[in-house]
C-alpha cells in the first residue's frame, strides 16, 4: 500500500509542482507588467533600489529608463535620498545609496541636516552643517566624483581642490558654535563674490578625469 502511494505522490510531483509554480509566476508577472506600464517611473525607480547593491544590474535598468524614453537625473545631495526616487516632474533621482563608497549612515545624516536647515548653498555650507564624524572625508570624494555635490561648486576640480580647507573651515566652525561665537569664520555667507573666492582656483578636469570618477562610483555614463 505504502508503495503504490509512493507511486500516485511520484506521478504527481511530475506536473503539480510545475503547475502550481507556473500559475504563481503568471500572476506576479501580470501585477509587475501592469505597474510598469501603469506607473513606470515608480516602478523602474523601485526595481533599481531593489538592485541597488548590484551596480552591474543598475547599469542595465538605466538603459531601460533611457529605453522607456523615462528621464533618470544624476545624483543631486540637494535632491536626492538614499533609494531611487521619482520627484514631482515624473523623473527617476539617483539614489545616493548606489554611490559605491557612500553608505546608508552618512546619508541618513547628510538628509537629516538638508531637511533641519533647508538645501546645502555651497561645499562650504554642506561641510558646516553635516557631522563630519558620520560623513568623512573620503565619503565627500566620492559624491564630488560621482557628481553629487556639483551645485555646490563652480565644478569638480574646485570642489576636490577645496576640499581640505572647507572641512578645516568646518571644524573651526563647530568650535566657535561649542563656544557660543557664531559664525566668526564666514563659513555660511550668503554673498556670491565671497563664496566664489573661498573656492581654490584651479582648472577644470579634462573629460576623461571625470569619467573614470563617474566610472569609479557609479560604474556607468
Given at each position: 500500500?505504502?508503495?503504490?502511494i509512493?507511486?500516485l505522490?511520484?506521478?504527481f510531483a511530475?506536473?503539480g ?11 506576479v508577472s501580470?501585477q509587475?507588467?501592469?505597474?510598469k506600464k501603469?506607473?513606470p ?10 538592485d541597488?547593491d548590484?551596480t552591474?544590474?543598475v547599469?542595465?535598468?538605466v538603459?531601460e529608463?533611457f529605453?522607456m524614453k523615462l528621464k533618470?537625473l ?7 535620498l538614499?533609494?531611487f526616487n521619482v520627484?514631482d516632474?515624473g523623473?527617476?533621482v ?6 559605491k563608497?557612500v553608505?546608508?549612515?552618512p546619508?541618513d545624516?547628510?538628509?537629516?541636516a538638508r531637511?533641519?536647515?533647508g538645501?546645502?548653498?555651497d ?15 573620503r565619503?565627500?570624494?566620492k559624491?564630488?566624483m560621482?557628481g ?13 581642490a ?5 572641512v578645516k ?10 563656544f557660543?561665537?557664531?559664525?566668526m569664520f564666514g ?6 563674490e565671497?563664496?566664489?573666492?573661498k573656492y ?9 578625469v571625470?569619467?573614470e570618477?563617474?566610472r569609479?562610483?557609479?560604474v556607468f555614463?
Amino acid at each position: 500500500m505504502a508503495m503504490k502511494i509512493f507511486d500516485l505522490v511520484e506521478k504527481f510531483a511530475g506536473y503539480g509542482f510545475n503547475k502550481s509554480h507556473s500559475a504563481a509566476y503568471a500572476l506576479v508577472s501580470y501585477q509587475t507588467l501592469w505597474l510598469k506600464k501603469h506607473y513606470p517611473a515608480e516602478f523602474m525607480a523601485a526595481v533599481m533600489t531593489a538592485d541597488m547593491d548590484n551596480t552591474e544590474k543598475v547599469v542595465g535598468l538605466v538603459d531601460e529608463c533611457f529605453r522607456m524614453k523615462l528621464k533618470v537625473l544624476p545624483p543631486d545631495i540637494n535632491a536626492g535620498l538614499f533609494r531611487f526616487n521619482v520627484n514631482d516632474e515624473g523623473a527617476i533621482v539617483y539614489g545616493i545609496g548606489a554611490i559605491k563608497g557612500v553608505g546608508e549612515g552618512p546619508i541618513d545624516a547628510i538628509i537629516e541636516a538638508r531637511n533641519k536647515d533647508g538645501y546645502f548653498r555651497d561645499l562650504f555650507d554642506f561641510c558646516a552643517r553635516i557631522d563630519l564624524k558620520k560623513v568623512n572625508k573620503r565619503v565627500i570624494e566620492k559624491l564630488i566624483m560621482a557628481g553629487a555635490l556639483d551645485k555646490l561648486g563652480p565644478h569638480r576640480a574646485a570642489l576636490m581642490a577645496s576640499l581640505n580647507d572647507a572641512v578645516k573651515a568646518a571644524s573651526q566652525h563647530h568650535q566657535a558654535e561649542a563656544f557660543g561665537q557664531g559664525d566668526m569664520f564666514g563659513v555660511l555667507t550668503d554673498a556670491p563674490e565671497e563664496v566664489e573666492n573661498k573656492y581654490t582656483q584651479v582648472p577644470a578636469w579634462p573629460e576623461k578625469v571625470w569619467l573614470e570618477g563617474e566610472r569609479e562610483t557609479l560604474v556607468f555614463i
